[in-house]
């Protein structure tokens, strides 16, 4: 599903790209699929920010620290915490 939304994304077609994004974190809960979920959370926070809605994007990014964070995974939490910071600053 992550390359459907992406394909659709690249298509411009902005509607179905965010359903395939929607229903992609959907399943990735759903399966208890963490790592796949996180990435889902991070290129989904980049497809709303690209589409100027920067507040979504934020929860989005919240979304991805936290399961990047359980994880383990410090690099991406880091990265995470500075687009974080850039956009609050």
Not at 27 to 39: E, K, Q, S, T
Not at 46 to 68: D, I, K, M, N, S
Request: charged share 25%.
């Amino acid at each position: 599903m992550i390359n459907e939304a992406h394909a659709l994304e690249l298509l411009g077609r902005g509607t179905e790209a965010e359903e395939a994004w929607r229903q992609t974190l959907e399943r990735c809960r759903f399966a208890g699929a963490v790592h796949l979920h996180a990435v889902a959370e991070r290129h989904f926070a980049e497809f709303l920010l690209a589409a100027g809605r920067a507040p979504e994007a934020v929860g989005t990014l919240h979304a991805a620290r936290g399961l990047y964070g359980r994880l383990g995974d410090t690099t991406v939490v880091r990265e995470l915490d500075e687009r974080l910071a850039a956009l609050a600053g």
